[in-house]
């Protein structure tokens, strides 16, 4: 198989998988609401992060790669704040066992949101080099 082909699939994988998680933010599928943890507009986030990084490994150098990576960016940034500030303690699990689990969730929005804040130093980094 050539690599543009491996990278073809790859990219539908990931697309097809984005749309299918945007379908069941909007009530469309087996995953009914109340299996969500999150709101709707957050399963919807994940789903465009999916998509967007299918048509970035589609089409890297084309300019709609370059604002699909910057949904991707914006959509896990959100992501990552919103888990940060309101995730469900209940639903963080892993961690370390030398911790306590009021500990390792306090570890876990700490992480969650550096890279929300991450995501947010590089969005408005190539937005100021957009526009500059």
């Known amino acids: 198989m050539t690599e543009a082909r491996q990278k073809l699939l790859t990219g539908a994988f990931f697309i097809l998988m984005g749309l299918l998680i945007l379908l069941a933010a909007f009530g469309f599928g087996p ?24 048509v970035v490994v589609i089409a890297p150098a084309h300019k709609l790669a370059s604002l699909a990576a910057g949904i991707a960016v914006v959509a896990i940034t959100v992501i990552c704040a919103w888990i940060a500030l309101f995730g469900d303690a209940r639903y963080f699990s892993g961690g370390l066992s030398m911790f306590s689990h009021n500990t390792e969730v306090l570890i876990a929005r700490a992480l969650f949101g550096a890279v929300a804040v991450l995501g947010a130093a590089i969005s408005v980094h190539a937005l100021r080099k957009a526009f500059n």
Request: with cysteine; aromatic share 12%.
């Open 31 to 54: 995953m009914s609401g109340s299996r969500m943890n999150a709101p709707r507009w957050v399963i919807g986030l994940c789903g465009l992060f999916f998509a967007s990084g299918g």
